[in-house]
Every structure is written in structure tokens, then in C-alpha cells.
């Protein structure tokens, strides 16, 4: 019998203000009937100690180097379910929530136990009225996932609780007897494309997965991977450019139907020669390199 409801997982890395306003933000929740977890990715500017002095109830756990989004969340989410909860929520350390946000999450969940996982609707933090994920879905015949409401003004009229085809890690609830039977995030991915991987394994044990944008967060986006000033190179770093290569390949590879396999073939092959001759005109050489990096690792 579960004594613990929901283990909050949040990944800090030098980022000690915006996990900190994250924090902030989970302790306006009215009934607190969950336990932030924190993990420390290695940081190198005392962050995890700030965090812990500020927030003594907080769990922190110090990963002692940077293991990515996966690694680091599956830390958390190992230990949510050796200490018993019932759920765990990946949560962007970069995000703020709404008051009722949590509540509307597990009630669902509650009531629907064939729900393997459920995500919140996403606005971005600076543009309120902006979406940033209102669901996502798999495109087969091209292999391409997606996010049809991503950049757009949002539209209540049409908001709906849906199935779809995986969740974002920055908003990801999952019941912990799940994760028992599917295992956790894939640590080799590192960055990117873990979160599919995590839904698609989901539903392949029978659960589904459901958007509820009654359920509303804000992210800010791209702390983690984006400058703050424009380089030679533009402002993403182009380990994003080679994780997203290499890991979409990895997807592709392991769950892709045999039906689809010469179109996304043609499709991500095009497409990426697309990309790297854009980074090549625009002089962006090492983004050019990092991507061809990611297909050769992509296909061993």
C-alpha cells in the first residue's frame, strides 16, 4: 500500500535561480501532498547548496556529474519508487505552475487507471496567451514527432482532454507501477527524444496516454541549451543539434513499423542534408560537423 502520493523531479545544472522560482511556484500549492526532489546534475556554481539552505525540505540528490536529462531524472524517479510513492512528475526546472495544476493531474489519473501517463497543457512564460505543447504526436510515414499547436495563440474553444501519442519531459506524470514494467528513461539517449521513447514503451504495455489542459504550467524554454548572446555559431549550443540527430535516429531505429521504414528513410535523409547545408552556408561549421557526428553515432 502506497503511503506517498507524487515525487516531484526537478534536474538543476547551474541554475540555481530558476529552480529556485520553480520551487517557489510548487509551494503555492494548496495541499502539498508531494515531495520535491532535486536532482544536482553536477553543478560547478554551488547551486545544489544554495537550493538546499533555501529550501531545507526539499530531497536533494547529488548526481556528482552532469548525466543528462535521462540519467539525472532516473535518479529521482528510482527513488520515488523505492520510497513508495504512487506517482512521479518530471518537471523542467525552468517552468512555473498554476495553483491547481498537480491536483487535476493525479484526480485524472485517480479515476482512469488505464492512463499509463498524463501531461499539462504548456504555455510559453513570457507569452502567456502562447503555446508550447497542448499535445504531441508521432508522424510514421515520415518518422517525424510533432506538436500541431506549438507557436500558436491559443485557443480555448478547442481545448479538449485527449490521447496522444507521447508526453514531453517537461511535464511528464507517470504512475510508478508503470515505470515498474517498463523500466525508466533510456540513459544512453542522455538528451532528447527519451521522453518518446519512454511514452512509446508506455503504450506498448497497453496504457494510454492523455493530454489534460485543464492542467496549465508556463516554461520558459531552452535554459539549459540556449546563450544568452548570439555566437558565431547562433545561440543553441550544437550539442542539440547532435543529440537530436543521433537520438532521432535511435528512435527511429527501435520503434519504427517495418511498413514505414523506406519513407522516413527518405524523408530524415533529405532533411537532415537539408540542415547540414544550412549550417554550411551560414559558416556554422561546427553545428554542420555536430550533425553529421549524430548520424554516424545514429547508425551504430
Known amino acids: 500500500m502506497y503511503n506517498k502520493r507524487i515525487a516531484i523531479i526537478l534536474i538543476n545544472w547551474n541554475s540555481f ?54 540519467g539525472g531524472n532516473n535518479l529521482g524517479l528510482q527513488y520515488a519508487i523505492d520510497h513508495g510513492y504512487e506517482y512521479s512528475l518530471l518537471l523542467n526546472n525552468d517552468t512555473e505552475v498554476t495553483e491547481s495544476f498537480l491536483s487535476v493531474l493525479s484526480d485524472y489519473m485517480d479515476a482512469h487507471t488505464e492512463v499509463g501517463a498524463i501531461q499539462p497543457k504548456i504555455y510559453y512564460y513570457h507569452n502567456r496567451n502562447l503555446i508550447w505543447n497542448d499535445g504531441a ?44 514494467k517498463t523500466g525508466l528513461l533510456a540513459n544512453e539517449f542522455f538528451l532528447y527524444y527519451e521522453d518518446v521513447d ?36 547562433g545561440f543553441l549550443d550544437p550539442m542539440v543539434h547532435y543529440y537530436n540527430t543521433r537520438n532521432h535516429l535511435w528512435l527511429l531505429r527501435k520503434h519504427l513499423p517495418f511498413l ?17 547545408g544550412y549550417f554550411v552556408c551560414r559558416l556554422r561549421f561546427t553545428k554542420a560537423k555536430a550533425v553529421w ?3 554516424k553515432d545514429g547508425l551504430k
Open 137 to 180: 504526436y508521432f508522424q510514421p510515414v515520415l518518422g517525424i514527432t510533432y506538436t500541431p499547436g506549438h507557436g500558436k495563440i491559443a485557443d480555448p474553444s478547442k481545448d479538449t482532454i485527449k490521447p496522444v501519442d507521447w508526453i514531453t519531459g517537461c511535464g511528464f506524470f507517470i504512475r510508478n507501477t508503470v515505470l515498474q
Open 17 to 70: 535561480q530558476y529552480t529556485w522560482h520553480c520551487i517557489l511556484s510548487l509551494n503555492k500549492i494548496p495541499h502539498q501532498n508531494f515531495t520535491i526532489l532535486v536532482i544536482d546534475n553536477g553543478s560547478e556554481d554551488d547551486s545544489a547548496t544554495k537550493l538546499i539552505q533555501t529550501f531545507p525540505e526539499i530531497v536533494l540528490i547529488r548526481a556528482g556529474k552532469n548525466l543528462g536529462f535521462s
Open 293 to 295: 557526428k549524430g548520424i
Open 260 to 276: 514505414y521504414i523506406p519513407t522516413a528513410t527518405l524523408y530524415t535523409f533529405l532533411y537532415t542534408i537539408a540542415i547540414m
Open 198 to 233: 519512454l511514452s512509446f514503451r508506455i503504450k506498448k504495455a497497453g496504457y494510454s496516454l492523455i493530454y489534460h489542459p485543464g492542467s496549465v504550467i508556463y516554461h520558459i524554454a531552452g535554459v539549459a541549451t540556449r546563450k544568452t548572446e548570439k555566437e558565431k555559431e
